[in-house]
């Protein structure tokens, strides 16, 4: 067995290859087909088909022997071959003389067959070959109607033929396609464009299917960007392998593209259904952070952003300032006014208060009830006292009216600053007490001003 093919147990696969391409060509003709020329040309059309997918059999057919002489395993191919090149002659003669513009197409499955033909004479030449695990044929369906599809495909394959082959049908189909002869140029591509599925080619040589796989599973998961795997080895090992290493699915060449469209579209649905139902439940967050009132952060986000701040100050060195605002005598303007009047006030007060902050990182909240809270990051205190007193004057600035006030005729708040230079060694909470004792400050000197004990 010294004069193994060298391909060895990948025979299989290159004999589909030049098959794949005979049969997408020949489809892409029934599909193209003028219908000035259907009554010639659909028949020996069919004909051609019909032999390559009996050639396809031929090649995928179980054998009593993996290893032998090529004519002794598959014994009928130089018939089966015979027919194809006869069909071919007979529908290339017609085509030239009816339907000139599938000229182009017509030499590339002559091409095709002249490689199938020159590798089985190759093969036929050897004293002997190992054939490898035969496919499991299946069926084709050709009832299946394709429909207007929408998507992003890149399509990874080194050989240039399939690829021309690939973009052609799936852009008839409706998708954008993108192509890359190497799993290199590939991944440079996923670093700048978005695409919703990747057909993967998983014998190709410097970088392997496999090889390219890890590397996309390393930054998507299997819902974040489905990966097809194309392959024209069959054995279940290697689709296995595939699914197991992160693909979402498999296609086997040569192609049943009815059967590849339908389970294109159901991973490019699954995608955009995902990335719906993420954008739902990211809404859905933030929705929770929302005071259902006032319509500026709740008590929860307050917490949250707190934290976050405190840590950031922590690595960073630097200060963090907090605000508290309390409504000044707010339980006599609701006794006084209602509590409709007392949540249209407060609504009017959380929006003096939103726009009186001039920095996207700075958090206005409801802290509970008619008391507020304003984060500042990166703040030393003499610039928060400078946001307070902005604050307290555009809520005087609303003249909403209160009649129950011992302060002023309209609403007004207290405000409470303190800041913090956050250590390993303290929490935000040293920050709130320290913020709230300025806001009792303030309050027990008449209210509607600015009170603080300072920094830490």
Not at 107 to 122: C, F, S, V, W, Y
Not at 138 to 162: C, F, M, Q, W
Not at 258 to 273: C, E, G, M, S
Not at 337 to 364: P, Y
Request: net charge negative.
């Amino acid at each position: 067995m010294a004069d193994l093919h060298p391909c060895d147990a990948s025979i299989r696969h290159d004999l589909r290859t030049p098959l794949n391409h005979l049969i997408g060509y020949t489809e892409m003709l029934q599909e193209d087909l003028p219908a000035a020329c259907r009554n010639l040309l659909a028949a020996p059309l069919q004909i051609l088909l019909d032999d390559a997918h009996q050639m396809l059999q031929t090649i995928n057919r179980p054998t009593l022997l993996s290893v032998g002489r090529f004519d002794a395993l598959l014994p009928d191919w130089r018939s089966k071959m015979a027919l194809i090149e006869a069909d071919f002659s007979h529908l290339s003669t017609l085509i030239q003389a009816h339907w000139q513009s599938a000229c182009p197409d017509v030499g590339k499955i002559h091409t095709a067959i002249g490689q199938l033909r020159a590798l089985a004479e190759t093969l036929s030449a050897k004293p002997a070959i190992d054939l490898g695990a035969a496919a499991t044929a299946k069926p084709r369906d050709t009832t299946e109607a394709s429909t207007h599809a929408e998507g992003h495909l890149l399509v990874i394959d080194d050989r240039a033929e399939n690829l021309e082959l690939m973009q052609r049908r799936l852009m008839r189909e409706g998708y954008q396609i993108t192509t890359c002869n190497s799993g290199r140029e590939a991944l440079a591509r996923m670093d700048h464009d978005n695409f919703d599925v990747i057909l993967l080619d998983w014998l190709m040589p410097d970088m392997t299917g496999k090889d390219v796989l890890g590397k996309i599973r390393s930054k998507f998961s299997a819902h974040e960007l489905p990966v097809i795997v194309v392959t024209a080895r069959h054995g279940s090992d290697m689709i296995v392998e595939a699914l197991t290493l992160g693909a979402n699915d498999y296609l086997a060449k040569p192609l049943d593209f009815p059967v590849a469209l339908a389970r294109i579209a159901t991973q490019v649905y699954l995608r955009k259904v995902t990335q719906q139902l993420a954008e739902a439940n990211r809404q859905l967050k933030q929705f929770s952070y929302i005071d259902g009132l006032t319509a500026i952060a709740n008590r929860r986000k307050f917490d949250e952003y707190l934290m976050t701040t405190w840590r950031r100050s922590q690595q960073e060195g630097a200060p963090v300032s907090l605000i508290l605002i309390d409504v000044d005598y707010f339980k006599r303007y609701n006794d006084a006014l209602g509590h409709e009047a007392g949540d249209h006030a407060l609504m009017k007060v959380a929006k003096a208060i939103s726009t009186s902050l001039f920095r996207v990182k700075d958090l206005a909240a409801r802290y509970g009830g008619e008391e507020f809270a304003v984060i500042l990051p990166e703040t030393t205190l003499d610039d928060a006292l400078s946001v307070a007193e902005r604050v307290r004057t555009s809520i005087i600035a609303l003249e909403l009216p209160h009649p129950a006030s011992s302060v002023l005729p309209v609403v007004t708040v207290s405000l409470g600053v303190a800041q913090w230079r956050p250590t390993a060694f303290c929490e935000p909470s040293a920050l709130i007490n320290l913020a709230d004792k300025g806001l009792y400050q303030a309050k027990a000197a008449g209210r509607n001003q600015v009170g603080t004990l300072g920094r830490a």
